[in-house]
């Protein structure tokens, strides 16, 4: 089974940036879709960024130009460089296999965007 780790969230103030990372271990990463979601509170979670195995990326329309998701996959890890962050970016990231989102979810890492 799939085990996920985030990491990199924080308080960042408008306009800011912050570096997610996701670490995975116990399957064949390079081998899967991976991507990054998030929950903002009373909120359903939402698919945010995609990566493919052979590196094709997509993005959710409210982040597109501002966040880059990418994978190193001999660290079995995903990032996600978020830049110019707006107060609608606060919420609890997640990252898992895209599309499918089939892994246990990690914990998530908090994200909170305010001046």
Same mark, same amino acid.
């Given at each position: 089974?799939?085990? #996920?780790?985030?990491?990199?969230?924080?308080l960042?103030?408008?306009?800011?940036? %912050?570096? #997610?990372?996701c670490?995975?271990?116990?399957?064949?990463? &390079?081998?899967?879709?991976?991507?990054?979601?998030? !929950?903002?509170?009373?909120?359903?979670?939402?698919?945010?960024?995609?990566? #493919? &195995?052979?590196? &094709?990326?997509?993005?959710?329309?409210?982040?597109?130009?501002?966040?880059?998701?990418?994978?190193?996959?001999?660290?079995?890890?995903?990032? %996600?460089?978020?830049? &110019? #962050?707006?107060?609608?970016?606060?919420?609890?990231?997640?990252?898992?296999?895209?599309?499918?989102?089939?892994?246990?979810?990690? !914990?998530?890492?908090?994200?909170?965007?305010?001046?």
């Amino acid at each position: 089974q799939v085990q #996920l780790v985030e990491s990199g969230g924080g308080l960042v103030q408008p306009g800011g940036s %912050l570096r #997610l990372s996701c670490a995975a271990s116990g399957g064949i990463f &390079s081998a899967y879709g991976m991507g990054w979601y998030r !929950q903002a509170p009373g909120k359903q979670r939402e698919s945010i960024a995609t990566i #493919l &195995s052979g590196g &094709s990326t997509y993005y959710a329309d409210s982040v597109k130009g501002r966040f880059t998701i990418s994978r190193d996959n001999a660290k079995n890890t995903v990032y %996600l460089q978020m830049n &110019s #962050l707006k107060p609608e970016d606060t919420a609890v990231y997640y990252c898992n296999r895209a599309p499918t989102a089939d892994f246990a979810w990690g !914990q998530g890492t908090q994200v909170t965007v305010s001046s």
